[in-house]
């Protein structure tokens, strides 16, 4: 079956950079995703990569992906105190055609 | 556009209660799900439709029951709630797909007793 982990918990000085890393089993992942949840609040999108992409640049977003070893990761530069959140990466399975989550990194940024 | 809504924001039960959460979206969508958040887990469906007419399990279905009532609306109801589904409860909403992306309410916080 599909199973997707990360870290619980990792934290930054602000201006530094971030990475939140993610492993994933499933083979037949089509799409992987980050999602940012503030407290209090639902889910947002943050990015999206697909399975035959290396890499995806977005403004201070950088997803890298190692399909081989079946990593994904998520690099925030500068980090700010409003990227304090936890952040949950997730991936498309074909085959089940569901989205199965991570269990959230929480992402902390210190003065 | 409101996006998706989801009412009460927050419930308190009694062991075997029932309860309905009630789920909105207006961007006319043709998926909507229905997620558990639990501390350490993530995110869990407990069921979806993938369109008007149509609902499936997800992962953790069993003391839950759906209704697509329309496209708009997909409620998640409690028929007896029992301790053990304690939790955030977050409906979402997606065009057909994987590139799909999926729009999230705010969350209902059930806390059964």
């Known amino acids: 079956g599909e199973d997707v982990e990360q870290s619980l918990f990792l934290s930054v000085r602000e201006g530094d950079s971030s990475v939140i890393n993610c492993t994933y089993t499933d083979s037949s992942s089509t799409y992987l995703y980050w999602y940012k949840q503030e407290p209090g609040a639902g889910l947002q999108l943050l990015t999206y990569i697909f399975s035959n992409m290396d890499m995806k640049q977005d403004q201070r977003l950088t997803v890298l992906l190692n399909k081989k070893d079946k990593h994904l990761s998520l690099r925030i530069a500068d980090t700010q105190t409003g990227d304090s959140a936890i952040y949950f990466c997730a991936e498309w399975s074909g085959t089940a055609s569901k989205l199965t989550f991570g269990t959230g990194t929480r992402l902390q940024v210190t003065l | 556009n409101a996006g998706v809504t989801q009412t009460p924001k927050f419930q308190v039960l009694k062991t075997g209660q029932s309860m309905t959460l009630q789920c909105a979206q207006d961007?006319?969508?043709?998926?909507m799900y229905w997620y558990r958040q639990d501390p350490g887990m993530g995110l869990r469906l407990i069921y979806y439709s993938a369109s008007e007419g149509t609902t499936d399990k997800g992962e953790v279905p069993n003391g839950y029951n759906v209704s697509r009532l329309n496209k708009r609306e997909f409620s998640l109801r409690l028929e007896s709630a029992a301790p053990s589904q304690t939790s955030v409860y977050f409906c979402?909403?997606?065009?057909?797909?994987?590139?799909?992306?999926?729009?999230f309410g705010p969350g209902t916080r059930l806390t059964v007793l």
């Open positions: 961007m006319n969508h043709n998926s």
């Open positions: 979402a909403s997606s065009e057909v797909g994987p590139s799909g992306e999926q729009f």
